[in-house]
């Protein structure tokens, strides 16, 4: 009887060590769980993630729902060599949020995401001041840059190459400086040698179907830019809407060229530049080259250097709705080699005083649409069909006798506008032909 007490005594006693020991194992793999949402006071005062497995100390799973969080940090750079945050080749979904980044002298990029996969990275609510580059982004398919704050950044805010399917929100950047300012980096690259030869407030190449909605730039009258306010080259289906660009000029005579602008678009097909503000800018508040299909509508662009629209090499471009104000030189100019352009319902307000306030030169352009029967508005005409300026001989034939009520529409209504307009240019276009043809 003894030995059985003391059997079932010791059974028990076993079978409590272990309920105990699974408990605390239980405890411990809650704690580590919880623990991994923890910020990591830690890490390095610069980050470094070149593998998924570097994500291990930030909290976070990874994955869309729970991406890794780089957050909290205070990151000063020491030399213009240096990299506040540089991610490449990783798979994981991350976020970057709420740092504060600056350089001593002048750092190199603030940060830098290179080679990751698509539709995983994410840069928002980041206060960035005195890189070169505040955001570089290369091979970051539908990269998220939201909500920063860049200020003093010696070449380009964000510049993103092979980056489709990116957006760029609600971002305010302010000041561009010289860069006979900086102390040049000794890196010898290609990226290098890019930040070395152009200039931007924001700049994308090679990114279709990105968006550039809601930002604001104000570079005021200390900054310099080479380049353009929100410059893309060789993208299609881009959307630019909703920014606000001032104050953009140039100081630099080795630097000086003339073809730029608040807006500035080489070799895109099939943008929408719809309701921005575009002013005071240096030498174009929108420019155009070698591009088509491009709508340019419910815009403000005013007191640019040169002109506010030019059309270089450009093809089956809509511009409507826009109010064009106050440039020394033509509103709108088309030299020779565009075509296809047509311009109504646009406010033209003391472009090119004393003078025709736009200029044609170009082919197959109307400056009216035939299917209302109406074309522009012109503060300075007295009456009959308004003359537009250049070689081709163009009339506004039904100039507006008073300004127009722009037209306000919610997001849906405006894509359901949009496509109305491209639309109407195959239309407007096939009318044309025939009656040439008659």
Not at 11 to 18: H, K, P
Not at 95 to 122: F, H, M, Q
Not at 235 to 257: A, F, K, P, Q, W
């Amino acid at each position: 009887m003894k030995i059985k007490k003391t059997f079932t005594l010791i059974i028990v006693s076993s079978m409590i060590l272990l309920l105990s020991w699974q408990n605390q194992m239980i405890v411990n793999t809650r704690a580590s769980t919880q623990n991994s949402f923890l910020p990591v006071l830690n890490a390095d005062p610069m980050i470094v993630i070149d593998e998924d497995s570097d994500f291990s100390i930030y909290p976070g799973y990874g994955n869309e729902s729970h991406p890794y969080i780089i957050s909290g940090f205070d990151i000063e750079v020491p030399t213009g060599d240096d990299i506040g945050i540089n991610i490449t080749g990783t798979t994981m979904h991350f976020e970057i949020r709420n740092n504060d980044l600056s350089a001593t002298t002048v750092g190199y990029i603030a940060i830098s995401i290179i080679d990751v996969s698509p539709n995983t990275a994410k840069v928002s609510n980041n206060n960035i001041q005195g890189f070169h580059a505040g955001v570089y982004g290369e091979n970051a398919e539908g990269i998220i840059i939201e909500e920063n704050i860049c200020l003093w950044i010696g070449d380009t805010n964000f510049r993103l190459i092979n980056s489709p399917h990116a957006r760029i929100e609600k971002n305010d950047l302010y000041k561009i400086n010289p860069p006979e300012l900086h102390e040049r980096s000794s890196i010898e690259s290609s990226l290098q040698e890019s930040l070395d030869e152009l200039f931007f407030g924001m700049y994308l190449e090679h990114c279709s179907d990105s968006n550039i909605t809601g930002n604001y730039m104000d570079l005021d009258s200390n900054s310099v830019i080479y380049g353009g306010g929100i410059t893309v080259f060789y993208s299609d289906r881009v959307l630019i809407d909703e920014n606000i660009v001032r104050n953009i000029r140039i100081e630099i005579t080795s630097y000086e060229y003339p073809e730029v602008g608040g807006i500035y678009l080489n070799d895109v097909s099939y943008a929408t530049i719809y309701n921005n503000t575009v002013e005071k800018t240096e030498k174009n508040s929108l420019h155009v080259v070698e591009s088509d299909n491009i709508l340019i509508s419910n815009n403000t662009f005013s007191e640019s250097e040169r002109y506010g629209i030019n059309l270089v090499s450009t093809t089956n471009t809509n511009i409507t709705y826009n109010t064009i104000q106050q440039h020394p030189s033509f509103g709108i100019m088309i030299p020779s080699g565009s075509s296809n352009t047509r311009i109504h319902h646009n406010h033209f307000i003391n472009n090119n005083i004393g003078s025709s306030q736009a200029s044609d030169s170009g082919t197959n352009n109307v400056w009216y649409d035939p299917l209302s029967m109406q074309g522009n508005w012109w503060n300075d005409w007295s009456g009959g069909d308004y003359v537009i300026g250049g070689s081709a001989g163009s009339l506004d034939i039904y100039p507006l006798g008073e300004p127009i009520v722009v037209p306000e529409f919610s997001q849906q209504q405006s894509i359901i506008y949009l496509s109305l307009i491209f639309s109407a240019i195959i239309l407007t276009s096939t009318i044309i032909r025939k009656k040439r043809k008659k």
